[in-house]
Nanobody, 119 residues
Framework: QVQLVESGGGLVQAGGSLRLSCAAS????????MDWVRQAPGKEREFVAA????????YYADSVKDRFTISRDNGKNTVYLQMNSLKPEDTAVYYC????????????WGQGTQVTVSS
């Protein structure tokens, strides 16, 4: 069993930066691939970024490539999302999710953290 808790969201002006964290409980965190997914008001959930169990492979949605960076620290059971050059269209609730491997169905979700980017 893995429990995920996101933090680091908030209100930021366009062009600013935020770093989201997702802290995981459980000794098996390091075996899971981790994703960040977001949901804007009135829209479906959207993939943002993914990282494999070791951190050696990362993937990004085209909309965030070159602006966002996903990373993980297995010693701290934490995955991060560094978000730079934020745009109003990045406004959403951001969730972290765990999967047994990249591309597999999500096994666990966090509760989400709100990111609001003002223009």
């Amino acid at each position: 069993q893995v429990q995920l808790v996101e933090s680091g969201g908030g209100l930021v002006q366009a062009g600013g930066s935020l770093r989201l964290s997702c802290a995981a409980s459980g000794r098996t965190f390091s075996t899971y691939a981790m994703d960040w997914v977001r949901q804007a008001p009135g829209k479906e959930r959207e993939f943002v970024a993914a990282i494999n169990w070791s951190g050696g492979s990362t993937y990004y949605a085209d909309s965030v490539k070159d602006r966002f960076t996903i990373s993980r620290d297995n010693g701290k059971n934490t995955v991060y999302l560094q978000m730079n050059s934020l745009k109003p269209e990045d406004t959403a609730v951001y969730y972290c999710a765990a999967a047994l491997r990249l591309g597999a169905p999500y096994a666990y979700w966090g509760q989400g953290t709100q990111v609001t980017v003002s223009s």
